[in-house]
């Protein structure tokens, strides 16, 4: 995360907040991939059978679950800190 001081162009930190989005999206559906095509994939072949085209759905969707869940985790701790943090600078 990038920190500006307060003459800092907003447009500009708006810029790079988005990509930096971007680029955590893009690592986010990298390392779902692979994951999912170590789990999934047993031989490469012309189409996906039934069964592997089910284990991919089913991959994605609990990556996507699991990665939801850490991050309302984190922020729900970030949260509590923060809180804690201004209350000991009182």
């Known amino acids: 995360h990038l920190q500006f001081g307060a003459t800092a162009d907003p447009q500009l930190q708006q810029f790079i907040e988005i990509e930096s989005q971007k680029q955590r999206f893009q690592q986010l559906v990298h ?26 759905v089913n991959c994605v969707e609990r990556f996507i679950d699991t990665s939801q869940f850490i991050l309302n985790r984190l922020e729900q701790t970030q949260r509590s800190r923060g809180s804690f943090s201004e209350t000991m600078s009182d």
Not at 31 to 45: N, Y
């Open 31 to 56: 390392q779902m991939t692979e994951v999912c095509w170590e789990k999934c994939m047993d031989k490469p072949g012309p189409k996906l059978d039934s069964r592997t085209e089910a284990c991919f």
